[in-house]
């Protein structure tokens, strides 16, 4: 009779002891899994952006903004933000192999990234298969969000190159007056959809593309490549491709007597001191087509101002805002997705942020009011032309 | 007639079938691009800076080749780290030489001296860079099997890329330009780059004299006794662990002078510049025969120019779009036709058993 009071006993004890580290024990009913958030422990996102290399300057632009944004943003619901960056090498491999990284830690909640398209194939793929939601800053290939190619857990802040490839071809064509041009990639999906949208913009208002060639991003001699195109007598060449590469056809470029008094233009890509610094006296009076950010807000001057103080220089490159967006996007979905427990504890259903961020509409960030689509795109896509001038970019159209 | 048959290597003929089809398919497409005049018009000019701007890259690729085949020559040991050696030398000299003086205006007013300057320092940093690795990562491994040190070779190529890249930063680092360099020659009515020039002129005196190294002086004869039998030349007194040494200080040093040259015609230098051009270079040796020194020369220059000529001329005439970023698909099938056909490469000696 006493054993079985005493096994009663501690029965009910064990019982009590469950139900009080429970809480109100909360339930995970979410199609894709949930993260559990101690108590006391940080809400964890990563970014996966190209913080080493020739195209650092991106990247560290981009991942500085996500800190920002952070800092501005504070707690959510009481937990600290944790930021784990990681680096995607702006190329397919990096691109892999963080989000490989990424998707192995199941406290992560959502990813930052990629930098570069041809990382953000295959990392979207991956982040998307294992439950994930990515949001990039400076995504930029029509690929990315296209219908048939695009992966459930991928948005993205920054502009499609359908925009950016169109305004290209139409500052050459309208303003510049240009009736012949030549478009060169590099086949990273990045500068290939981009050239490719140049091209077909450029025909369709009734210019003519003479020549559209490819080149490898690790090339050096690009005094052949550029022989072929300046025997196609173009008067414009776009080549929207990287430091390395875009900094070697501008300095070739001058050297080749056909091309004198050809119009240079580049993309984003390039949009950075390094390039500047790469290309020297060569890029003077170059174009280069870029995200707009003549952005009038408050935030934006009080981003500007934080930037300055914590790293010590002026942005490095054009994507900064739109990584702050997709980071303060992120952080709200969390914020209103995430059951709370009584005890403190978040409950984080991956697809119920999924369906929030997808359904973001006449959200007011610094780079205006993001509305996502479907497929992805959240953008409100504004493009600048820059002109190089005394070796710093001058915003000139529109 | 049946026995005929019997004789028949079935692998021997897919090989023939397979050289066969290549070498229509080069023909083929030369002969549309010249006859049916296929994708863009090319003047006569156009064709003369496609090769001359093949040769300059040709010339890099034969100095960094030479290292590869003087290491290969004496210890039959594939050197991956030689991409570094390239690559270290002209880092360090741009970042601590060449900007410097370019920003003190020295090296316009000194151009020469100061081009000496920017070179000397490259090539010792190189030589010192390898000598080290010879040190540490080779000469223990000597009496191990041959894919040891390999892979050492390969470790050392990372660790000295990301040795480098802590150094100097991972950017990309601009190679100031020469005012006198600026604009072009004019040679018998061929209006030449003249950095091109350059490049190709120092290649050639520096190759030149690395043959007559090696052929006409002690130490040379040295490196040759010890290429042949590293025990016999033991015994006839030559220290085979200093010749070895010498071996890697002077490919080393065709290296680090290779990179002042790649920096004065890209004009950009970084971390990971040793990569591609060592891989190409390691190409080239073994196109013209690895061991061989004038085979690296001519395998070398072989591979810069096809690199350069090959997509206008053939891919182009076989309505390959973008042609150019396939030159890599160029060299690399060279690369594995030697080795079907020609293993001892283009004009290299048939190895004898022992070295093989």
Known sequence: ?????????????????????????????????????????????????????????????????VEIAIDFYGDVLGHEVQLQPEDDGCSAEGGQTS?????????????????????????????????????SPSNTSPALTDPETH?????????????????MAEYAYNVLGVRKAAAIHDGDPYTEGLASVFRDSFTELGGEIVAFEAEAPDATNVEPLLTTVAAAGPEFIYYPVFVSLG?????????????????????????????????????????????????????????????????GTEPLSVFHAHAFDATTLLLKAI????????????LIGRQALRDKLFATSGYQGITGTLTCNEYGDCADPKIAVSEVKDGAFEAIWP | MSQRFKDIDYIDLLLWLFRAVIIIIVIW?????????????????????????????????????????????????????????????????????????????????HPIIGMLAIMLTAMLISIGVAVLTERVAYRPLRRAPRL??????????????????????????????????????????????????????????????????????????????VAEDKDVAALMGIDVD???????????????????????????????????????AFTAAVLGGIGSIPGAALGGLFLGVIEAVGPPLFLEGLGIPGGHQLKDVIAFTMLVLVLIFRPQGIIGERLAEKKA
């Open chain 1, 1 to 65: 009779m006493k054993r079985t009071f005493l096994f009663v006993l501690l029965i009910t004890l064990f019982a009590l002891v469950l139900s009080a580290c429970g809480g109100q024990a909360l339930e995970c009913e979410d199609a894709l899994g949930c993260v559990e958030v101690a108590p006391d422990d940080p809400i964890i996102i990563a970014s996966a952006l190209v913080i080493t290399g020739p195209n650092e300057q991106l990247g560290l632009d981009s991942q500085y903004g």
């Open chain 1, 99 to 135: 989000a490989q990284k990424i998707v192995s830690n199941p406290q992560i909640v959502g990813v930052i990234g990629t930098s570069c398209s041809g990382a953000g194939v295959p990392a979207s793929k991956i982040v998307s298969d294992a439950g994930y939601i990515m949001i």
């Open chain 1, 151 to 167: 992966e459930a857990g991928y948005l993205r802040t920054a502009h499609n190159d359908k925009v950016q490839g169109r305004a």
């Open chain 1, 247 to 311: 900094g070697l056809i501008t300095k070739t470029a001058r050297d080749i007597d056909a091309l004198d008094g050809v119009y240079l233009a580049a993309a984003d890509g390039v949009q950075s001191p390094d390039f500047l610094e790469a290309a020297g006296s060569a890029a003077e009076g170059m174009y280069v087509s870029g995200p707009d950010l003549s952005f009038t807000n408050e935030t934006y001057d009080r981003f500007l101002s934080t930037y300055q103080e914590k790293y």
């Open chain 1, 335 to 346: 914020e209103e997705v995430a059951q709370e427990g009584d005890d403190g504890t978040l």
């Open chain 2, 29 to 109: 497409g030369t002969v549309a691009k010249i006859f049916l005049g296929r994708g863009n018009a090319y003047t006569a000019d156009d064709w003369i800076d496609f090769f001359v701007s093949g040769l300059s890259q040709g010339s890099l690729y034969a100095l960094i080749a030479l290292g590869y085949t003087l290491v290969y020559g004496v210890l039959f040991m594939i050197n991956f780290a030689h991409g570094e050696f390239f690559m270290s030398g002209t880092m360090t000299a741009t970042v601590f030489v060449a900007l410097p003086l370019s920003a003190s205006g020295f090296l316009d007013e």
């Open chain 2, 148 to 225: 040891v040190p390999l892979i050492t070779a390969i470790g050392a190529s990372f660790f000295w890329q990301y040795f480098f890249r802590g150094l100097y930063g991972s950017s990309l680092v601009p190679f100031p330009e020469l005012a006198v360099l600026q604009g072009k020659y004019n040679l018998f009515g061929i209006e030449i780059l003249k950095t091109r020039a350059v490049v190709v002129v120092a290649s050639v005196v520096m190759l030149v004299g690395l043959y007559f190294f090696v052929m006409r002086t002690k130490t040379g004869k040295a490196i040759r006794a």
């Open chain 2, 242 to 280: 200093r010749t070895i040494a010498i071996t890697f200080a002077t490919g080393a040093a065709m290296a680090g002078a290779a990179g002042v040259l790649y920096g004065l015609v890209f004009r950009q230098v970084h971390f990971f510049m040793g990569f591609v051009p060592g891989i190409k």
